[in-house]
Every structure is written in structure tokens, then in C-alpha cells.
T-cell receptor
């Protein structure tokens, strides 16, 4: 079945790089996504990668995709206190009615300390 | 500004009572979704709607009901049949066929006393 797994917690020092990892099961996923949730708020789409890409860079964010191992990672360079949040990995799947859906991981809580 | 508005942000309910959470969007999106978030469990899909007057059960629909009478609105009722309703509820919307690019509201936290 479809499943997305992430470690639940990551602590980094301000200015260091953060790497959040995710594994997924559905090899047919067309896109893979990273969402960010700040405390007490909804999620916002951070970035996504098409399944035929290995890497995508967007300013301080780098997404790496290893399709063979079904492993996705999000690297945040020069991590700041404002990056403290929960980061969700998600893969695209399919409802029984044929519509696309997202399957979310449990989220990784990133804590940035001075 | 376009966006999704959920209300109320905080809600307390006694056991045995039904409660309705509001979700309104002005993004002109066809699809709307309700998720439940519990600590350490990520997001679980309750109901979704791809078009007005149509909706489908998600992964954990038992004890919940929805309606989609208007494109802009997708209210969720948490009924007394929901055994463990205390949670953070998130509404989202997307353009048709773009379920990966979800726009979320700020959430409603329901506590059952």
C-alpha cells in the first residue's frame, strides 16, 4: 500500500544545514512534495520535484530524489530560527474514483537553536 | 487577498454534541478537502469534494459528515458518533486535477470536554 515515513524530530544549530529525510512506497508517484507547517497554522507548499528529476534547487532549499531507493530529502542551507517548523513529505497517489490525492508522512519537527 | 478561511479557530464541545466547522475559499478552486491532524500521525483525509454537490469519503470518514452546496464552502460536521474527536482539523483546496498543490486554511482545534 501507499505509505510515507519520516523521522519525527531534528535539532540543528543556527547557520548549519538541515537535512530532512523521507521514504515512500509508491514507485508510480509522479510528483513528491515538501510542505511546511508553522506552529498553530496550516500547511504551505514549500517545493516539489517531478519524479524524473534527481535534484531541484530553490534558493536555500535543495531536494534530492533517489527513485531506486524511494528516498527523498530536503536540505535547508544556513538554517535560521524562522525555519523552525514541521516539515511534511508527501507523495501523489490515486483515489479509487480516479482522482489524484496526496499521502502525507507524519512530519519532521525541525528545532533550530542558537 | 485570496485564501481559505476556517472558523472557529478554537472550539470546545461536550461529549454527545455535534459541532460544525466552517471552511470558505475565494480561490475559485473546484476541489476541497478536510484533514485531521493528530500529534505524530501526520494528516489523515476525512472527506474530499471535486465538484459542487459531490463529495467522497476519505480514509477516516466515520463519525463525520460534509456538504458541498456552494463552490466556496465545504463545512465539516463532527458528530457524536466520532469516538475521539479532539484534534486539529485542516481544510484545503486545489485546482481541479492538481491535488498535489494544496492551499490550506489556518486550522480549527476542537477539544471535547
Amino acid at each position: 500500500g501507499e505509505d510515507v515515513e519520516q523521522s519525527l524530530f531534528l535539532s540543528v544549530r543556527e547557520g548549519d544545514s538541515s537535512v530532512i529525510n523521507c521514504t515512500y512506497t509508491d514507485s508510480s508517484s509522479t510528483y513528491l512534495y515538501w510542505y511546511k507547517q508553522e506552529p498553530g497554522a496550516g500547511l504551505q507548499l514549500l517545493t516539489y520535484i517531478f519524479s524524473n528529476m534527481d535534484m531541484k534547487q530553490d534558493q536555500r532549499l535543495t531536494v534530492l530524489l533517489n527513485k531506486k531507493d524511494k528516498h527523498l530529502s530536503l536540505r535547508i542551507a544556513d538554517t535560521q530560527t524562522g525555519d523552525s517548523a514541521i516539515y511534511f513529505c508527501a507523495e501523489s497517489g490515486m483515489f479509487s474514483g480516479g482522482y489524484n490525492k496526496l499521502i502525507f508522512g507524519a512530519g519532521t519537527r525541525l528545532a533550530v537553536h542558537p | 487577498d485570496g485564501g481559505i478561511t476556517q472558523s472557529p479557530k478554537y472550539l470546545f464541545r461536550k461529549e454527545g454534541q455535534n459541532v460544525t466547522l466552517s471552511c470558505e475559499q475565494n480561490l475559485n478552486h473546484d476541489a476541497m478537502y478536510w484533514y485531521r491532524q493528530d500529534p505524530g500521525q501526520g494528516l489523515r483525509l476525512i472527506y474530499y469534494s471535486q465538484i459542487v454537490n459531490d463529495f467522497q469519503k476519505g480514509d477516516i470518514a466515520e463519525g463525520y459528515s460534509v456538504s458541498r452546496e456552494k463552490k466556496e464552502s465545504f463545512p465539516l460536521t463532527v458528530t457524536s458518533a466520532q469516538k475521539n474527536p479532539t484534534a486539529f482539523y485542516l481544510c484545503a483546496s486545489s485546482m481541479a486535477g492538481q491535488a498535489g498543490e494544496l492551499f490550506f486554511g489556518e486550522g480549527s482545534r476542537l477539544t471535547v470536554l
